[in-house]
C-alpha cells in the first residue's frame, strides 16, 4: 500500500521465523512498515511502544496464544485491524477469535495476493466506519442507509424490517466476515435459532443477488458466518 503519507504499520505475530521473513518481505515490497513479534507477550510489548495500524496474528503462539491477544487488545479499547493466520482445521479457534473481535482471518497455507486483498478490505472498513458513508455500494446493489432504500440495477426492492436490519449490517462490515453468533445477537438479540439466519439469508439473497444459487454479494463461510462483499 504505497502512500505520499506516512506508510501503514503492520505488526507480523508468528512464531516461526521463516512466515515472519516471507511477510516481512512481501508488505515491505508493497510499501507497508513491518514489524515482528514471535509470542503473545511480545506483541502487548510492541502494541505499548508503537502502535500498528493493523496487525496480523498467528492464533498458534508459544504461552499466551492469540485469542488472548485478541481479547487484551480488545479489552484495553485498541481498535486496530486483526488479520489472524489460522490452520485449516482451526474453525472453532477462527470462530472463536472473530467473536472476540477480530477482523478476518486467512488460512495456511495462504497466498501472498489472498492475505494483501484482505489486508487493503480491512483498512478499508476501518476508514469507513470512521466516516460512515451514507450510500453503500458494490456493483448493482445500493443501499441508502439515510433513506433506508435499497436498490438492484436501479429498481427499488422491497424488504421486511428484519431483512433490512440483516443487510444494514452487512453493509456496516462489508468486507468483513461475521459471525453466527454476532449476526444473531445484534440483529435477534441472540435469542434464535441459527436456522432463522439462514432463512433470511436465502431470502436477502433472492432479491438482491443476480443468482441467488451462486450467491456474488453475500458469500458463506463456511461454519463460520457470512460476508457481504466490499466496494473495490
Known amino acids: 500500500m504505497k502512500s505520499d503519507t506516512a506508510p501503514v504499520r503492520v ?17 515491505t515490497a508493497q510499501g507497508y ?14 502494541v505499548r511502544r508503537r502502535t500498528p495500524d493493523l496487525i496480523v496474528l498467528d492464533l498458534g503462539l508459544p504461552g499466551m496464544d492469540g485469542q488472548e491477544v485478541i481479547r487484551r487488545l480488545r479489552g484495553d479499547g485498541l481498535t486496530m485491524p486483526i488479520i489472524v493466520l489460522s490452520s485449516r482445521t482451526d474453525e472453532a479457534g477462527k470462530v ?5 473481535g477480530a477482523d478476518d482471518y486467512v488460512t ?22 470512521q466516516g460512515e458513508r451514507p450510500v453503500f455500494r458494490c456493483g448493482e446493489l445500493a443501499v441508502d442507509l439515510v433513506r433506508r432504500l435499497v436498490t438492484v440495477r436501479g429498481g427499488e426492492v ?5 431483512e433490512y436490519d440483516l ?8 468486507g468483513k466476515v461475521l459471525t453466527h453468533r454476532f ?3 445484534e440483529v435477534w438479540g441472540g435469542e434464535t435459532d441459527i436456522q432463522y439466519l439462514r432463512i433470511y439469508i436465502r431470502q436477502l ?13 453475500i458469500q458463506t463461510e463456511t461454519g463460520v458466518g457470512y460476508r457481504l462483499r466490499a466496494p473495490e
Not at 505488526?11 to 508488505?27: G, T
Not at 495462504?110 to 484482505?118: H, K, N, P, S, T
Not at 480491512?122 to 469507513?128: K, Y
Not at 439473497?205 to 454479494?217: V, Y
Request: net charge neutral.
Open 108 to 129: 495456511k497455507p495462504f497466498g501472498i495476493d489472498e492475505l494483501m486483498a484482505r489486508l487493503r478490505t480491512a483498512l478499508r472498513h476501518r476508514l469507513q466506519q
Open 96 to 100: 472463536e477469535a472473530l467473536d472476540l
Open 183 to 185: 449476526i444473531l445477537k
Open 158 to 162: 422491497k424488504l421486511s424490517p428484519r
Open 33 to 46: 512498515d513491518v514489524t515482528e513479534a514471535e509470542d503473545g507477550a511480545r506483541v502487548l510489548d510492541e
Open 205 to 217: 439473497r433472492q432479491k438482491i443477488e443476480p443468482d441467488p444459487d451462486r450467491p456474488w454479494h
Open 167 to 174: 443487510l444494514r449490517l452487512l453493509v456496516a462490515h462489508a
Open 11 to 27: 505488526l507480523v505475530v508468528d512464531d516461526e521465523p521463516s512466515i515472519r521473513r516471507f511477510l516481512r518481505a512481501s508488505l
